[in-house]
């Protein structure tokens, strides 16, 4: 029996979200009146260069599209095998989280020296367990496009 390229198990399922990601961040970066590049391969620690008025900045996409079983969205900023490296401002200047909530994707720009190892996302008013959570620590760096100005 073969098997279909894209399951949700396999590694080609991860891949290609993880692509859609990088696509969805690029139009948000083209949207912002920024240049868009990719490294060619997948050697390199970051996923797309952005180019505003010849500043070039390295951006790692992370994304989750379901939310976890306590109704958050936690997203590891590490990488390797297991996730045990951290991210250095000699690997990448800023990330962009993609977190798709229900009510549509928000995308966090997040600079290197801010980011946690891993962080936990809800969207506004929405922490499933504690109601009186209005927000999530890492609501100041949601739609943040200036910072790679």
Known sequence: MEETPFTKEGRPARKAKGTTAELRVAVELLDHGFSVSWPVGDMDSYDLIADCQNRLTRIQVKSLTNPNRAGTYKVSFRRGHGHTKKYTEADVDYFVAVLNYKSGAAF??????????????????????????????????????????
């Open 108 to 149: 966090y720009v997040i600079p290197v020296s801010d980011v946690p190892s891993t962080a936990i996302f809800f969207p506004p008013n929405e922490h499933p367990r504690y109601p009186r959570r209005k927000t999530c620590k890492m609501e100041k760096w949601r739609g943040r496009w200036d910072l790679l100005r």
